[in-house]
Structures are given as structure tokens and as C-alpha cells.
């Protein structure tokens, strides 16, 4: 991390360490889309946060082992598992792995996600159906096996208050509008309801439901928009707080969201976007 503002020339920002803590004890948790980006630091930052995790992917597995082993070397257990997120019967297997793995499941981080991007007049259907199978139909197939494991244990008040956490990475596109990837605005945009909607539903039996939506966060996913000075400048005119932000910002959200100190948030989207959100066009005055 310190490479990449040292050569862009920025201040590096500070992301506090996170301590060893026993805030998700004796939980189980799976991350989708664990090997890189957010997933993988959400894995690590719940790793660290007590939980034993299930770190999903669907290429690189070498990526996957290094997450797991990083997760054992904080004192949890870890296995790691391929999957499809949008694959009903490989996801079907992948909780019936974590649950004969570990005993049950407490949290699902939904993260897996996909871009492709195009004018939309030039969009083919197969770019579209991509991006809805991985960011939407995705986040039902993985949501709905968690919600029957939740159900089906209910709570365990050992660990938890709640009978299970749910969170999705959603984007601040389930709310701004973006030209050239309608594809994927409409999958955060279905992904928010598919949240609140299954936040409301299951609420009563004390599954918690919610969602983050990250910025611009420094990954892979947009690479462009932050690897040379002109593209972070153009960024920065989006970005009320002018800065990139990072993936261990998120870990730490999810840590926190996925415990009880969060059981009171149910339905809600955390935004993590320096603003983003905020109308940036409108700094000036207007
Ligand atoms: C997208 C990124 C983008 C960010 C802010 C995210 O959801 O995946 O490519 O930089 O939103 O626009």
C-alpha cells in the first residue's frame, strides 16, 4: 500500500491496526469472492475479529490458500472453497461443505462481484447476463442457503444475540446512476431491495440483514480509475473527502457490522465512499 502513494505522490492514509480480538468468537463465517479486493480483506478482518472462515472463490486458488493461511495464522480455523456464486447446485455444496466443515454457519458476507462494462447500445446480452448472474442472482443463491441454516438453528446464544448476519457488498451504485455500466448499476440497484426486502422478512427471527456499499476503494475492479495521476485526479472531483479508500476500511466495517455490537442495525446500508454520495458536483456552491 505504502509503494503505491510513495510513487503517486499522496499522503498514505492511516488505517489503524487491527488487534487480535475475540468479538466473532467461536463463529463461522463465508466470504464470497474471498481471494482478492474486498473480499479478502473483509476474510482476513473477520479472521482476526474471532471467526473461523470460508473463503469462496472461483479462479486463483493459489489467492484463496494464502487468505486461508493468513486467517489461520490469526489462531482460526479456515478452508477454502470453489464455487460459481450464481451456480444453484455449486453453492448448494459449498454450504453443505462449511456446515459439515465447521457445524453450522453464523455469517455470509456477499461479496462476489463482477464488471462489464460497455455503451449501453453496444451491451451484448451476455455482458449483461454475466454481471446479473454473479452481482444479483449470486447474492439470492448465497443469501437464501445462510437464511435456511440460520432458520434452521436459530439462535445460539453462546456467541450471538442474532441468529445470523447477513451482509451484502453492495456499491454506491445502487443509488448513483452510471453511464456505460448499466448492467451493473441495475444489479446494485436489485441488490439493494433484494436486502431490504429479505431484511424485513426474516427480521422476526432475529437474522440481521444489511448491506455496505463501498466508494471508490483501491482494487482491482478499477484499476483505471486510480493507476495514473490524471485518472486519480478525475476521481478526486468525486470524492468530496479527496481520497482513495482501502480495502481494510471495509474489513474492519464488516467486522463490526457482523457483530453484536451492530444488533440494533437491521435493513441498512453503511456507505463508505468519502462522500461520494453526497452530490460532489454541488462542492462549489451550485
Ligand atoms: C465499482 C468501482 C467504482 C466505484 C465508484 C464500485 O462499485 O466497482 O469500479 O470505482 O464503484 O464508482
Known amino acids: ?151 434452521r438453528r436459530g439462535v445460539r446464544r453462546d456467541v450471538s444475540v442474532a441468529a445470523g448476519k447477513i451482509i451484502f457488498i453492495s456499491s454506491v451504485h445502487e443509488v448513483i446512476p452510471w453511464a456505460g455500466h448499466v448492467n451493473y448499476a441495475a444489479s446494485k440497484g436489485g441488490l439493494m431491495l433484494l436486502m431490504k426486502s429479505l431484511a424485513q422478512e426474516v427480521a422476526e427471527k432475529r437474522i440481521r440483514v444489511n448491506a455496505i456499499a463501498p466508494g471508490a476503494i483501491r482494487t482491482p475492479i478499477n484499476t483505471a480509475a486510480w493507476e495514473t495521476p490524471e485518472a486519480y485526479a478525475d476521481l478526486m472531483k468525486l470524492v468530496p473527502y479527496k481520497r482513495i479508500g482501502e480495502v481494510d476500511e471495509i474489513g474492519r466495517a464488516a467486522a463490526w457490522l457482523a457483530s453484536d455490537f451492530t444488533d440494533y442495525i437491521v435493513g441498512s446500508t453503511i456507505y463508505m465512499d468519502g462522500g461520494m454520495t453526497l452530490y460532489p458536483g454541488f462542492e462549489t456552491g451550485g
Open 1 to 151: 500500500m505504502s509503494d503505491y502513494y510513495s510513487h503517486m505522490n499522496l499522503p498514505k492514509p492511516v488505517v489503524p491496526a487491527l488487534p487480535q480480538l475475540e468479538l466473532l468468537k467461536g463463529q463461522t463465517a463465508l466470504v464470497t469472492g474471498a481471494n482478492s479486493g474486498i473480499g479478502r480483506a473483509v476474510a482476513l478482518a473477520l479472521g482476526k475479529a474471532g471467526a473461523n472462515v470460508v473463503v469462496n472463490y472461483i479462479s486463483r486458488s493459489e489467492d484463496a490458500e494464502s487468505v486461508a493461511a493468513e486467517v489461520r495464522d490469526s489462531g482460526r480455523r479456515a478452508m477454502t472453497f470453489r464455487a460459481d456464486v450464481s451456480d444453484e447446485e455449486q453453492v448448494e455444496a459449498m454450504f453443505a461443505a462449511a456446515i459439515g466443515e465447521f457445524g453450522t454457519l453464523d455469517i455470509l458476507v456477499s461479496n462476489a462481484g463482477i464488471e462489464k462494462n460497455a455503451p449501453f447500445h453496444e451491451m451484448t446480452a451476455a455482458q449483461w447476463d454475466a454481471v446479473m448472474n454473479v452481482n444479483l442472482r449470486g447474492a439470492f443463491l448465497c443469501a437464501r442457503q445462510a437464511v435456511r441454516e440460520f432458520l
